[in-house]
């Protein structure tokens, strides 16, 4: 497969197009000159075949969707912020904020999407910040998804012990790849305790409010021996419902 890569008036790599970067396999860069003067090309075929080839340099588009400032995420009534987002330049990275309710758990994940045309990031990193309500800012260790796990997408989750703002950073792992995302925060609930019961037993129609068909219903394992019971009302008889 060939690949490409852009080195800088002084040699040194700021760009790499693996043909990862669109949906046809095609090697694609784009890049953003910091300097005047003569940018070079490396064409190289990473399985040492031969062959010709075609090299174009076109206008990009130097456009950057948080330009203007941090982009707010707005939870729906699932209680969830998605928003999809491009790393259109090598060495961009991306700016979100999102209001965080006392008490209640998130969970924050980097999740590939393709639209045909470009092809995801193949990595991600987060950075967090908390800032709770007058408060000063915090940086947050991102507890990030073990390395043992198969996808290699940043995720997080973090508890708000106030009202406050999160601003998240996302970042492809390498400052030379680019490519397509979505971010997704998940309103995962109260934090602190089990919001539903484990037992028939325990259930109480008196203090529980039955789900509503149609709608669905966040909650949050505690631990691997949690098991989450809920009640809906279905022609005038009550059907428990058991989620483990």
């Known amino acids: 497969m060939v690949w490409i890569e852009v080195l800088d008036p002084f040699g040194t790599p700021i760009g790499r197009g693996d043909g990862k970067e669109l949906d046809d396999g095609t090697a694609s860069v784009v890049i953003k000159a910091t300097s005047a003067g003569t940018y070079s090309v490396r064409v190289v075929d990473g399985a040492g075949a031969t062959g010709a080839y075609q090299l174009s340099v076109t206008p990009g588009d130097a456009s950057d969707e948080d330009s203007a400032g941090a982009i707010a995420l707005n939870f729906d009534a699932n209680l ?68 043992s796990t198969p ?26 790849d680019t490519g397509q995302y979505a971010i997704r925060v998940l309103n995962l609930g109260i934090n602190g305790g089990d919001e539903a019961v484990d037992r028939v037993t325990d259930y109480d129609s008196a203090t529980t409010e039955l789900l509503v068909i149609g709608e669905s219903q966040n909650g949050a394992l505690q631990s691997d021996q949690d098991v989450d019971l809920y009640a809906v009302s279905l022609d005038a008889a009550q059907m428990l419902v058991r989620v483990h």
Do not use: C, H
Request: avoid cysteine.
């Open 80 to 147: 969830e912020a998605f928003k999809v987002g491009k790393i259109g330049i090598a060495g961009d990275e991306d700016d979100y904020q999102v209001s965080l309710s006392e008490g209640n758990s998130y969970r924050i994940e980097i999740v590939s999407v393709r639209d045909g045309v470009v092809a995801p990031i193949e990595d991600s990193d987060l950075t967090l910040v908390w800032t709770p309500q007058d408060g000063v800012a915090i940086d947050i260790v991102s507890n990030q998804i073990s390395t």
């Open 151 to 176: 996808s290699r997408m940043a995720s997080s989750t973090f508890d708000a012990d106030m009202n406050g703002v999160l601003s998240i950073k996302v970042s492809p792992s390498s400052d030379q």
